[in-house]
């Protein structure tokens, strides 16, 4: 599984998440110090860039991470052209 999610990573550059799976995702990652872990997603998951779509959230504390609060097709989009990686979306 964990060779699977490596690969997967690989080729994403953007997280996009709901406020419930983000809020979760911020307690643990940035905090996580298991020998058990894999460093590579570790430092995947706090170094990416992550969107968090949510009308209630008004700031974030974790590492590259961006609140909007209204789901924006143009937006997503323009993400998607700009040169990089895919964009996974964890929910």
Do not use: C, H
Request: glycine fraction near 2%; charged fraction near 25%; avoid cysteine.
């Amino acid at each position: 599984m964990e060779t699977y999610y490596k690969e997967m990573f690989m080729n994403f550059d953007i997280i996009l998440f709901g406020s419930t799976t983000y809020k979760i995702m911020e307690d643990y990652w940035p905090k996580s110090l298991s020998a058990d872990e894999n460093s590579d997603i570790k430092n995947f998951m706090n170094n990416s860039r992550k969107i968090v779509f949510s009308k209630t959230l008004n700031n974030t504390e974790w590492n590259n991470s961006e609140v909007m609060k209204e789901i924006s097709s143009e937006k997503i989009t323009a993400m998607k052209q700009a040169i990089g990686k895919d964009i996974v979306i964890f929910s």
